[in-house]
């Protein structure tokens, strides 16, 4: 009887399925896929066996296109990958042609960098805390961290004229001088944020519903984690004490002290805890960072028509949601030969299958959740 | 620029001409190696030098080139907070050794360079297509791919529109 719904699966291992086993497409429409992601699971009755992700639903071939941009031109696309995060995207891109150049971005550019970055990188989580929480059923979250995240987008709305692709680094510095009242703006977001996370800490932290639904759900051991080349909170989460902030500062990172939050047993509860904990460090960044912003040029002299030697570099950062690398090949002319960017939620989604496997349907939800992805930068 | 240091000289002599070139580009290094010695080296830098996280495994298309593909593998060892990058030149239709069984993180970036640039790994679990269509018939990050003589008959069939409206 099992042999009428023989079904050849290339990725789902085993091609017969047996007496209770179904397979249940999670498609690409579905509000708790966090975009056009398609996920076939083999299930034994609620257990998940198997899975399968099927991604490329948003490919838009970034790479191709680069290929004939020049170097500036090119820039607004890479927002456009994480749309989540656009400006990380961003510094990755324009750090990285910098190197190529051999130029540096002056002192007040990089500064103000850090600062826009640490703000973009408290978004990028809240919306992530926002989604997640929404997916498992709490419904309430998700007001508060919108209602944060927008004073945040404001601030960047009144710096570089858009909210969410913001494009807001230059290759070689800053475009813009900031404006009259940003930092009194990000210190009070700044101090109001601290009350704001002890918010939602209360709402989740110690729930039962919470604790129970996300502890044990997911685990990733530290050897799998390096092994499956997973990057960002995922990996500190499972215990692994490594963040490019502190390893290989960029910008202006080793000026200022934070922590690296870590966790250790690499369930789902870790890493919403070491996520949590990111926006405390990151707020505290930006404060220690409005300080005292360094006087003087936001723009390296670099001249506008940009033929960076021919040679390669790869440069990566620390993006909210792992490592972001920008691998770029230069043969010489102004427009680059190949750049690849090595996008941590494609490579960290590679991970959920041993993360789901012998979990439930539900978990399944929270899971996707946990490893924080944006299909434009899965799929780019 | 050429790099020559204790490191390299150390490879030299356990590896021999396995190790063709040593570079190094804005201060980075660069290791160009003989493809069909791939896996020994692999195994060396994940285990006696402690490059245990394979960051990027991607592809370059040099026409031009007799071996047109440059396959190039980033390393990062944890222990040493150091980044390597491996590189080997592939022909069209050389199969390239999968390292998926020394770093299973390449598992999805095989697949990539597959689609992408037709490279083919052999001993790769699953090597099939990954962000685009299973029917695509091209292999985009190809020099040779334009972009407006695409796979027409993809689009047309499934989305039923003209390619490049």
């Known amino acids: ?380 | 620029m050429p790099l020559e240091n204790e490191f390299v000289a150390k490879l030299k002599a356990k590896f021999g001409d396995a190790i063709r070139e040593a570079w190094i580009d804005r201060k980075q290094s660069i290791l160009v190696v003989e493809l069909r010695d791939l896996l020994t080296l692999a195994r060396y830098f994940r285990d006696e030098e402690k490059y245990d996280f394979l960051t990027d495994l991607t592809a370059v298309d040099w026409p031009k080139r007799e071996k047109r593909f440059d396959v190039v593998w980033n390393l990062y060892s944890f222990a040493k907070n150091e980044r390597l990058r491996l590189k080997a030149h592939a022909a069209e239709n050389e199969n390239v050794p999968s390292v998926t069984g020394i770093w299973p993180v390449a598992n999805w970036m095989e697949r990539e360079a597959y689609d992408m640039f037709g490279i083919r790994f052999e001993g790769h679990p699953d090597l099939r297509r990954i962000l685009l269509p299973d029917e695509w018939q091209g292999f985009p990050l190809r020099k040779d791919y334009d972009i407006l003589k695409q796979d027409q008959d993809w689009v047309r069939e499934n989305l039923g529109i003209e390619s490049g409206q």
């Open chain 1, 1 to 380: 009887m099992a042999d009428t719904y023989i079904e050849r699966m290339p990725g789902v291992s085993s091609t017969v399925l047996g007496a209770d086993e179904i397979i249940l497409n999670m498609g690409p429409q579905h509000p708790s896929t966090h975009g056009v992601l398609r996920v076939k699971l083999k299930l034994d009755g609620e257990r998940v066996v198997d899975s399968e992700c099927i991604i490329g639903y948003l490919h838009r071939g970034v790479e191709k296109i680069a290929e004939h941009r020049s170097y500036q031109q090119f820039a607004p696309y890479v927002d456009r990958m994480d749309y989540v995060a656009a400006v990380s995207n961003g510094l990755g891109y324009c750090e990285a042609v910098e190197k190529l150049l051999g130029a540096e971005a002056p002192p007040r550019a990089r500064v103000v960098r850090t600062i826009l970055t640490e703000l973009q990188r408290i978004a990028s989580h809240l919306v992530w805390l926002g989604t997640h929480a929404l997916d498992i059923g709490a419904l309430t979250p998700v007001f508060y961290c919108f209602r944060e995240r927008e004073e945040i987008l404001k601030i960047f709305e009144k710096y570089c004229g858009a909210r969410l692709t913001t494009h807001a680094f230059r290759i070689g510095g800053l475009q813009y001088e900031t404006y009259d009242g940003l930092e009194e703006e990000v210190k009070r977001f700044c101090v109001d944020f601290e009350h704001k996370i002890d918010e939602y800490s209360t709402l989740l932290t110690e729930n039962r519903i919470w604790v129970g639904r996300t502890k044990g759900v997911g685990k990733l051991s530290a050897e799998d984690a390096i092994a499956l080349g997973v990057s960002g909170p995922v990996l500190r989460a499972s215990g692994v004490p490594w963040d490019i902030r502190k390893a290989m500062p960029y910008a202006a990172y080793d000026q200022f002290k934070f922590e690296i939050p870590i966790a250790q047993s690499g369930d789902t509860y870790d890493r919403y805890i070491v996520r949590m904990e990111e926006m405390r460090q990151s707020r505290l960044i930006c404060l220690q960072a409005i300080e005292n912003i360094p006087v003087g040029p936001i723009m390296a002299r670099i001249g506008k028509v940009l033929k960076p030697p021919p040679g390669e570099v790869y440069h990566s950062i620390e993006a909210p949601k792992g490592e972001l690398g920008y691998y770029i090949v230069s043969d010489g002319s102004t427009q680059p030969y190949r750049v690849r960017v090595r996008p941590p939620s494609f490579i960290n989604l590679q991970a959920f299958d041993r993360m789901a496997r012998g979990s439930l349907v539900a978990d399944v939800v929270a899971i996707i959740g946990t490893i924080d992805i944006v299909l434009g930068e899965v799929d780019r």
